[in-house]
């Protein structure tokens, strides 16, 4: 995710640039940048760090000019450097562009480009964008912007200026959100309307395969190949808190409802023709895999939570012990790390500072360090031996949830890359689960489209002092993040426990109504975990079941069923912890809680 904003009008573009940038920091903020056109000539000024970085700079060196484009950065291709932040020229200096989202074959033409003469300054795939208009440019930037969009694929917000078109900003859209402020006199471009609320309340809001031609006192809106179209004027009546919100009343509502779209990132660029894996980011080769002896899974919190479904993946197809270590204690245990050891390091933030140390210590030890994380240029992605990141976008609610979901998705593709180079699944196998993820997306959205059975449990259950999560095998890995993400946030004391460890004490805690949340999604555990929901249900406990679309069965054991849909059982931690996620929410929302910021915690924990 990236934040765009360019104005167009009578006033000075630079301070209304940085202020719309402001409002969209929550989009991304380890770059800032700006390109304003004066009296012919485009000055651009970008910088690594946040977004006061640039507004310091432009405050002390003012630019004049009345139009311009801006971008706040969360850095996908290359890392937050000044020359990989945007706004990004042409060679000839005369058109800069502002990008939000992936392009998919920049390597591809890359190259060409480069073929042709073409030098290039940064790592972005945005790059290739400005130079492939000027590749284009023969005297008209619409063309130009037409054949440049017939030739990239992937997703793009795009706002584009062109020194010899000085009345114009052009703004196009493909699965990144764009949107048009109307004003009088002056119009602007942003990834999101809280950008150019203090200005106006009407929007025309882009959709795919759209653009505008935006001026000062006109907007034409059209399909990318210029076909004109007319919208309807969108009026804003939220106040700007809730829009930055994207109109949710919490960062955690938002980024659980985010989740299709990060399964999404994450998945598509790695899924090859849909049949096969493509992991260019890592470099696990077939000889690597001939004399690798064991893997660590290290991480904190629920990054860890995420390791544990890695580890019954690795070891299902992998088929080599897999050890998950909280990295606090692991950095201070006896681990077997040599050169034949693989750490996997987990980490939303790259910069918790227990997984650094375990990742360091790992390091000093001869293993190679994987990392999964969500932060490019994070200090974990950049002390790693290999990246692969997880296309979430920036987490801004303490609780964890997209990133949880894409940091199991970047495990279970880098067990089949490696099975694959093991020769240790079959290929059936690997077909079917890459089918079976393929679909997660809209199964997903399945979940989100009907959650009022899980707000009515809530209600149900707020009051609770005590709650158990109850599992087994990845069920029971599942439980463990579905009880941090409700103690976190509701503050309700809560314990996950391996279904059949109840016995052996956590059981003398069950009363009459003490609500059970029991997850029996795994066909081969479903009898054995049916069990000891009787054992709990004879104590007085008030059983949830989550389960499979399809169990009816289940109704007679439990007092309410949440149904995920039907999807093969490696995957189902995906979505099983989708309406754990939306419990814990709707829980501390009728308890009254700082959803957002829990009290005593951080997001980011960079002490040990
Ligand atoms: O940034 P990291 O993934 O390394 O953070 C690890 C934990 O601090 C984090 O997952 C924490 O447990 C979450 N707030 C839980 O929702």
């Given at each position: 995710?990236?934040?765009i904003?360019?104005?167009?009008?009578?006033?000075k573009?630079?301070?209304?640039?940085i202020?719309?940038?402001?409002?969209?920091?929550?989009r991304g903020y380890?770059?800032?940048?700006v390109?304003?056109?004066?009296?012919?000539?485009?000055?651009?000024r970008k910088f690594?760090?946040?977004?006061?970085?640039?507004k310091?700079d432009?405050?002390?060196?003012?630019?004049?000019?009345n139009?311009?484009?801006g971008?706040?950065?969360?850095?996908?291709?290359g890392?937050?450097s000044?020359?990989n932040s945007?706004p990004?020229k042409?060679?000839?200096?005369?058109?800069?562009?502002?990008?939000?989202?992936?392009?998919?074959?920049?390597?591809?033409?890359?190259?060409?480009?480069?073929?042709?003469?073409?030098k290039?300054l940064?790592?972005?795939?945005?790059e290739?964008?400005?130079?492939?208009?000027?590749y284009?440019?023969?005297?008209?930037?619409l063309?130009?912007?037409?054949k440049?969009?017939n030739k990239?694929?992937?997703?793009?917000?795009?706002g584009?200026i062109h020194?010899?078109n000085?009345?114009?900003?052009?703004a196009v859209?493909?699965?990144?959100?764009l949107?048009v402020g109307?004003g009088?006199?002056?119009?602007?471009?942003?990834?999101?309307?809280?950008?150019v609320?203090?200005y106006?309340?009407k929007?025309?809001?882009?959709?795919?395969?759209?653009?505008?031609i935006v001026k000062k006192?006109s907007?034409?809106l059209?399909?990318?190949?210029g076909?004109?179209?007319t919208?309807?004027v969108?009026?804003?009546?939220?106040?700007?808190?809730?829009a930055e919100?994207?109109?949710?009343?919490?960062?955690m509502?938002?980024?659980?409802?985010?989740?299709?779209?990060?399964?999404?990132d994450?998945?598509?660029?790695r899924?090859?023709n849909?049949?096969d894996?493509?992991?260019?980011s890592?470099?696990?080769?077939?000889?690597y895999?001939?004399?690798?002896?064991?893997i660590?899974?290290?991480?904190?919190?629920?990054?860890y939570?995420?390791g544990?479904?890695?580890?019954?993946?690795?070891?299902?197809?992998?088929?080599?012990?897999?050890?998950?270590?909280i990295?606090?204690e692991?950095?201070?245990?006896?681990p077997?790390?040599?050169?034949?050891?693989?750490?996997i390091?987990v980490?939303?933030?790259?910069?918790?500072?227990?997984?650094?140390?375990?990742?360091r210590?790992?390091?000093?030890?001869g293993?190679?360090?994987?990392?999964?994380?969500?932060?490019?240029g994070?200090?974990?992605?950049?002390?790693?031996?290999?990246?692969?990141?997880t296309w979430?976008?920036?987490e801004?609610?303490?609780?964890?949830?997209?990133a949880?979901?894409t940091?199991?998705?970047a495990l279970t593709?880098?067990?089949?890359?490696?099975?694959?180079?093991n020769?240790?699944?079959?290929?059936e196998?690997?077909?079917?689960i890459?089918?079976?993820?393929?679909?997660?997306p809209?199964?997903?959205e399945?979940?989100?489209?009907?959650?009022?059975?899980?707000?009515?449990?809530?209600?149900?259950?707020y009051?609770?002092?005590?709650m158990f999560?109850?599992?087994?095998?990845?069920?029971y890995?599942v439980?463990?993040?579905?009880?941090l993400?409700?103690k976190?946030i509701?503050?309700?004391?809560s314990e996950?426990?391996a279904?059949?460890e109840?016995k052996?004490?956590?059981?003398a805690?069950?009363e009459?109504?003490?609500?059970?949340?029991a997850?029996?999604?795994?066909?081969?555990?479903y009898?054995?975990?049916?069990?000891n929901?009787?054992?709990?249900?004879?104590r007085?406990a008030?059983?949830?079941?989550?389960?499979?679309e399809?169990?009816?069965?289940?109704?007679?054991?439990?007092?309410?069923?949440?149904?995920i849909?039907?999807?093969?059982d490696?995957?189902?931690?995906?979505?099983?912890?989708?309406?754990?996620?939306?419990?814990?929410?709707y829980?501390?929302?009728?308890?009254?809680c700082?959803?957002?910021?829990?009290?005593?915690?951080?997001?980011?924990?960079?002490?040990e």
């Amino acid at each position: 995710m990236c934040g765009i904003m360019g104005y167009i009008g009578a006033k000075k573009a630079s301070p209304i640039l940085i202020e719309g940038l402001e409002k969209l920091e929550y989009r991304g903020y380890d770059s800032a940048g700006v390109a304003i056109l004066d009296e012919g000539k485009i000055q651009v000024r970008k910088f690594k760090g946040k977004l006061s970085i640039l507004k310091l700079d432009v405050e002390e060196n003012p630019i004049e000019g009345n139009m311009g484009i801006g971008h706040t950065r969360w850095a996908t291709h290359g890392e937050p450097s000044d020359v990989n932040s945007h706004p990004h020229k042409s060679s000839d200096g005369k058109i800069v562009v502002v990008h939000n989202g992936i392009i998919e074959n920049y390597m591809e033409i890359k190259e060409e480009l480069k073929s042709f003469g073409y030098k290039f300054l940064s790592d972005t795939d945005t790059e290739v964008i400005a130079h492939l208009l000027e590749y284009y440019y023969n005297g008209d930037i619409l063309e130009a912007v037409k054949k440049a969009i017939n030739k990239i694929e992937g997703a793009y917000g795009l706002g584009i200026i062109h020194a010899d078109n000085p009345d114009m900003l052009i703004a196009v859209k493909k699965d990144s959100p764009l949107i048009v402020g109307i004003g009088e006199g002056e119009n602007f471009i942003a990834s999101d309307i809280p950008a150019v609320l203090k200005y106006t309340r009407k929007v025309y809001i882009l959709e795919n395969h759209e653009m505008a031609i935006v001026k000062k006192d006109s907007i034409s809106l059209m399909k990318t190949d210029g076909t004109p179209i007319t919208k309807e004027v969108f009026n804003v009546t939220w106040d700007v808190e809730a829009a930055e919100k994207g109109g949710y009343e919490h960062f955690m509502l938002k980024e659980i409802y985010e989740q299709p779209k990060a399964i999404r990132d994450t998945l598509l660029p790695r899924l090859s023709n849909g049949v096969d894996i493509k992991m260019d980011s890592i470099n696990i080769s077939k000889e690597y895999m001939k004399n690798l002896r064991r893997i660590y899974i290290v991480a904190c919190g629920t990054a860890y939570h995420a390791g544990l479904i890695g580890k019954d993946i690795l070891e299902r197809y992998v088929r080599i012990p897999t050890i998950v270590d909280i990295a606090s204690e692991f950095r201070y245990g006896y681990p077997f790390i040599d050169q034949n050891t693989l750490v996997i390091v987990v980490s939303q933030s790259g910069e918790t500072a227990d997984t650094l140390a375990a990742l360091r210590l790992s390091k000093e030890k001869g293993a190679r360090a994987l990392a999964i994380t969500n932060v490019v240029g994070s200090s974990i992605a950049r002390e790693s031996d290999d990246v692969l990141y997880t296309w979430a976008g920036p987490e801004i609610a303490v609780a964890s949830t997209k990133a949880y979901t894409t940091q199991i998705l970047a495990l279970t593709l880098l067990a089949l890359d490696m099975a694959t180079k093991n020769e240790s699944i079959a290929h059936e196998d690997k077909e079917c689960i890459i089918e079976n993820l393929t679909h997660l997306p809209s199964k997903v959205e399945e979940i989100l489209s009907n959650v009022e059975n899980i707000n009515s449990i809530a209600e149900e259950i707020y009051r609770s002092q005590s709650m158990f999560y109850i599992g087994r095998g990845i069920d029971y890995d599942v439980a463990r993040e579905g009880s941090l993400k409700l103690k976190e946030i509701s503050y309700i004391h809560s314990e996950a426990i391996a279904a059949g460890e109840l016995k052996h004490g956590t059981l003398a805690l069950i009363e009459e109504g003490t609500p059970v949340i029991a997850l029996v999604t795994q066909d081969r555990l479903y009898d054995k975990t049916l069990s000891n929901i009787k054992e709990v249900k004879a104590r007085g406990a008030y059983v949830i079941a989550i389960a499979k679309e399809g169990n009816s069965e289940i109704q007679k054991s439990a007092d309410k069923v949440i149904y995920i849909p039907d999807v093969i059982d490696e995957i189902t931690p995906v979505p099983s912890i989708v309406p754990l996620q939306l419990l814990s929410y709707y829980v501390a929302y009728k308890r009254g809680c700082d959803i957002d910021k829990p009290k005593n915690l951080a997001k980011s924990v960079t002490v040990e």
